[in-house]
């Protein structure tokens, strides 16, 4: 009976036994196989922070489609940004305040008063805090900028005048025209 089906249905017979046959090589190989490796790459997503001083706000700007996706609003004119990686600072100076922003959500999630006149710099998870008025310099870990306290021991104490700049890597230089030196740190 099989056999005289097979005669009048070849062809089908045929379709049959060969989607069987792939099927069980399909299942062989996906049994005995051990996979394969991926990387898992962390693609930049082409935004920068922004900082319009007339609006008292900063902005996400995308670089790929040329426009603010966000707005975070300051409490003054006298105002700047930070950013390293996904960490986002606001520099309120006007209201000497240091706002924790949220890159994802762009929210304010934490804030830190900072002493009048500070200048604040940011290299990876590490923050310096510059009063160049009293050369008082504190070095601090992003995570812990929430706990700053200015009334706290600075790391340094430089001197009047004091200017400072932070590399990527996090090498802070700072001199102080008052004692005419000039620190290396590697914060």
Do not use: C, K
């Not at 830190?112 to 710099?121: I, N, T």
């Amino acid at each position: 009976m099989i056999r005289a089906w097979i005669r009048r249905h070849r062809q089908a017979a045929t379709t049959v036994t060969g989607g069987a046959v792939v099927l069980a090589l399909l299942t062989g190989f996906a049994l005995v196989s051990d996979g394969y490796q991926a990387q898992r790459v962390d693609l930049d997503d082409g935004s920068v922070w922004v900082v319009n001083s007339a609006q008292q706000a900063i902005g996400r700007a995308n670089t790929a489609v040329l426009e603010l996706d966000s707005v975070v609003d300051s409490r003054s004119e006298d105002i700047d940004v930070l950013q390293a990686g996904s960490t986002v600072l606001l520099a309120d100076r006007g209201s000497s305040r240091l706002d924790m922003v949220d890159d994802a959500t762009s929210e304010v999630v934490d804030t830190a008063p900072l002493p009048a006149g500070a200048e604040v710099m940011l290299a990876g998870s590490r923050a310096a805090i510059l009063v160049p008025a009293t050369g008082q310099l504190w070095l601090v870990p992003v995570a812990g900028l929430s706990a700053f306290d200015a009334a706290s021991a600075p790391t340094l104490i430089l001197g009047a005048d004091a200017v400072a700049s932070m590399g990527d890597d996090g090498t802070l230089l700072v001199y102080s025209a008052v004692t005419g030196t000039l620190s290396r740190i590697q914060a």
